[in-house]
Every structure is written in structure tokens, then in C-alpha cells.
């Protein structure tokens, strides 16, 4: 009889355990949500040079020379198209807007990968 008791604690116990594993957050999810993760998908120069028109040259020159925010023209050999992806995702100090609102997730990879291009 306690036999059988015990087993069945087991069971439970055993069904308990594999629930968290699964649906507690892992450490790699958690630091996904701090950074934001580049998705994957193919650049496009030409949408990507509209996008950049339409939204970031008011600040960053229509070159990208630097005006109110700083040149890009070289930014891919400083940052890469992670980190231009965060940064156009979650602005930078109190000038750089964030575009996580105005602009799709798409949107801002292909900026940031061609931006990562730029060396
Ligand atoms: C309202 C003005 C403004 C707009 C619009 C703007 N930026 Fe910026 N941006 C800034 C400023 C100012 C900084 C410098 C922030 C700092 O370093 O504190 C900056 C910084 C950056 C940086 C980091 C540069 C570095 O050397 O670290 C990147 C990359 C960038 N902007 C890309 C973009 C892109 C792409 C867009 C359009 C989608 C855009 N910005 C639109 C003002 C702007």
C-alpha cells in the first residue's frame, strides 16, 4: 500500500519537475529580451535607403556625414549589425531615438545590416 503511494509521489514529483523545466524562463531567454535579437533575414539595399531617408537623415546628414547625431558613413567597422540592430531598436542617450514603435522588426534588421556594411 505505501508502496504504492511512494511511486505515485514519484510520478507526481517527476511531472512537476519536467513542467518547470519547461515553462521556467531560461537565462538565454532572459538576456534575448534585454538585447534585441537581429532577425534573419535578406538585406535590401534599395529599402534600406529609403527607410534611412525617410527617418534618420534629419539627424545624421543625407550622407550620413553626422549633423545632429554622428557620422555612419563608417559605422560598420565599428558596430556590428547586432549591435546597429540594438541601438536603432532601443535608441541611444537622450538624442538617438528609439524606432522599436515607428519602424518593423524587419525594418530596422535590413537598416542595420546595411549599415554593418559600411566600412
Ligand atoms: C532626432 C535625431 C536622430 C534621428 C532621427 C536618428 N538618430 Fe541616430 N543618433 C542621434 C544621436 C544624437 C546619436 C548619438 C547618441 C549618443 O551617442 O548618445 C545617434 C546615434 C546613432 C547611432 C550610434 C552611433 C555610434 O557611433 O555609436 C546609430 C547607429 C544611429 N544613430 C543610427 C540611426 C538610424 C539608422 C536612424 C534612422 C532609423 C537614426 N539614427 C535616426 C540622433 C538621431
Known amino acids: 500500500m ?3 503511494i511512494m ?3 514519484f510520478v507526481i514529483a517527476g511531472a512537476l519537475a519536467l513542467v518547470l523545466m519547461f515553462t521556467l524562463p531560461s537565462r538565454e531567454q532572459a538576456e ?3 538585447k534585441p535579437q537581429l532577425p534573419e533575414i535578406t538585406m535590401n539595399a534599395e529599402q534600406a535607403e529609403a527607410i534611412v531617408k525617410a527617418n534618420c537623415i534629419s ?3 543625407d550622407t550620413l556625414q553626422g549633423g545632429a547625431g554622428p557620422n555612419l558613413q563608417k559605422i560598420g567597422s565599428q558596430l556590428s549589425a547586432d549591435q546597429l540592430y540594438s541601438i536603432i531598436t532601443k535608441g541611444k542617450g ?3 531615438p528609439s524606432f522599436k514603435d515607428r519602424l518593423k522588426e524587419e525594418e530596422i534588421a535590413n537598416v542595420a545590416m546595411w549599415l554593418a556594411e559600411k566600412k
Do not use: I, P
Request: glycine share 20%.
Open 59 to 61: 539627424c545624421h546628414g
Open 7 to 9: 511511486s505515485g509521489l
Open 32 to 34: 534575448q529580451e534585454a
Open 2 to 4: 505505501q508502496k504504492w
Open 94 to 96: 537622450g538624442m538617438m
